[in-house]
């Protein structure tokens, strides 16, 4: 049974170091990686806390707590626009790597950074694929019908910026 969906348009805190106070009563508090996470990361920390909240999930001023259920998100190019920010560094040598970049480089960290923040402690993936949401879904419902969880977090999370192209989704939704 599908329950909760939230697609949003506007993303302006992915560039902000503070966040609003409509944003700090969703996630609680900044995450403590907030100043250096990448983009998706953002994407994913705010996202998912809004999913949560929405479905009455949060708990707690601080909004972290014991979660044991799923995160799953469908992507088509995962952490790609960190990846090229990474090798970026690498063009003058190997001692201009930035180690913060190269920690995003995994199209989970995003979600982990979401799971992390809220206490999350099922498991955290990314399927790559066409049809991210819609494949993200079914296999969070594969996931409930096998009876491994009650409840799981899925759905798109996609960002990338390259020129003129910029592309953000981060869609979820409770299934259980």
């Not at 044991?68 to 799953?72: H, K, R, V, Y």
């Given at each position: 049974m599908l329950i909760q969906q939230r697609?949003?348009?506007s993303f302006d805190y992915l560039d902000q170091d503070d966040l609003s106070e409509d944003l700090l009563a969703?996630?609680?508090?900044v995450p403590k990686r907030w100043g250096r996470m990448d983009s998706v990361s953002r994407l994913a920390v705010i996202e998912v806390g809004r999913v949560l909240h929405a479905s009455g999930l949060l708990d707690g001023k601080d909004r972290r707590g014991e979660y044991?259920?799923?995160?799953?998100a469908g992507t088509r190019?995962?952490?790609?626009?960190?990846?090229?920010?990474?090798?970026?560094?690498?063009?003058h040598g190997l001692e201009t790597a930035?180690?913060?970049?190269?920690?995003?480089?995994?199209?989970?960290?995003?979600l982990a950074e979401a799971a992390s923040h809220y206490g999350i402690t099922g498991p955290v993936y990314s399927?790559?694929?066409?049809?991210p949401f819609e494949d993200?879904?079914?296999?969070?419902?594969?996931?409930?019908?096998?009876?491994?969880?009650?409840?799981?977090?899925?759905?798109?999370?996609?960002?990338?910026?390259?020129?003129?192209?910029e592309i953000k989704e981060a869609r979820f939704r409770i299934i259980r």
């Open positions: 697609v949003l348009m969703i996630v609680g508090a044991s259920f799923g995160l799953i190019r995962g952490s790609l626009a960190t990846d090229l920010a990474f090798a970026e560094t690498l063009s930035s180690p913060i970049l190269f920690s995003y480089t995994l199209a989970n960290t995003a399927i790559y694929s066409e049809n993200a879904v079914s296999e969070a419902q594969r996931w409930l019908s096998e009876g491994f969880f009650q409840i799981m977090v899925a759905g798109a999370l996609d960002y990338f910026r390259s020129g003129d192209e």
